[in-house]
């Protein structure tokens, strides 16, 4: 079962994300060359605790902070150490907080400094890709024609969906149903309904789909060593376009 949220449900969920993408944004400025994941996790604890609400990840089936913090080949559920970044590394952020009884959720991948014509080309269509599925996520459309969209704008490029982690419905639990794969055939999957929420974040490669867990059971990786980006935000389905929540 598909949750629908009332409208003042999805104006407490707004709080919740705009709270992601405000923290989302400091931490993009406080990345550069030098600056350990870890140190990113810190702040973005602290910022959160400033606001009064809870890190959703920590302790989240025992994962151990704050951020997931994915760097150049690292897919997702990177775990913030000592780490430093470097000037050309790609870098994803994603962050889960929880305010008021309900959850956001948002990522974003930088580059740190300059870095490489396929880093940027890779960035850039993975947030359109992300877009692209929010743009078909409209009342009397069906799931799957968001994963359709997504699928489809990065495979023009030649680059790859990774199947093995999907986007989710959210709301007073972080994972709820949906599940919301980035790849798919259009038109088949439940009918989208005015007062659904949806965490799309397509997660693409630059080389193969394929991917394993690090022995730390959590870090993702591209199979072959490949790039790989990610973008999530979290929408609300209305009679129109989607509304975004998590916008800062
Ligand atoms: N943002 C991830 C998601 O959307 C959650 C990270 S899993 C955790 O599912 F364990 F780190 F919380
Ligand atoms: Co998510």
Same mark, same amino acid.
């Given at each position: 079962?598909?949750?629908?949220? =009332? ?8 709080? $919740? ?64 150490? $000592? ?8 870098? $994803? ?26 880093? =940027? ?17 409209? #009342? ?27 986007? %989710? ?5 972080? %994972? ?45 990786? =591209?199979?072959?060593?490949?790039? $790989?980006? %990610?973008?999530? %935000? =979290?929408? #609300? ?12």
């Amino acid at each position: 079962m598909i949750n629908i949220r =009332t409208k003042e449900e999805i104006e407490i969920m707004r709080r $919740s994300n705009r709270l992601v993408a405000q923290v989302l944004g400091k931490l993009k400025e406080a990345i550069g060359p030098g600056v350990t994941t870890k140190e990113l996790d810190q702040l973005a604890e602290r910022l959160i605790k400033e606001s009064r609400a809870t890190p959703a990840f920590k302790g989240y089936r025992g994962y151990p902070a704050t951020l997931c913090v994915s760097v150049n080949e690292e897919v997702v559920h990177g775990i913030p150490g $000592s780490r430093k970044l470097r000037e050309g590394d790609i870098v $994803s952020l994603d962050l889960g907080v929880y305010l008021n009884g309900y959850y956001g959720d948002a990522a974003i991948t930088v580059p740190v400094g300059k870095v490489s014509q396929k880093a =940027t080309e890779l960035l850039k269509i993975t947030e359109q890709a992300l877009y692209k599925g929010i743009e078909q996520a409209r #009342a009397g459309n069906r799931l799957f024609d968001i994963s359709h969209a997504i699928q489809s704008w990065v495979e023009s490029f030649g680059f790859s969906v990774v199947r093995d982690f999907v986007g %989710h419905g959210i709301g007073r639990n972080l %994972h709820e149903e949906p599940q919301i794969p980035n790849f798919g055939p259009p038109h088949q999957g439940p009918r989208l309904e005015p007062g659904m929420v949806l965490a799309i974040e397509p997660m693409i490669n630059a080389g193969g789909w394929e991917v394993k867990v690090l022995k730390d059971g959590w870090t993702v990786v =591209t199979a072959d060593g490949s790039l $790989s980006a %990610h973008f999530e %935000h =979290t929408i #609300a389905i209305t009679d129109g376009r989607a509304d975004i929540l998590s916008l800062p």
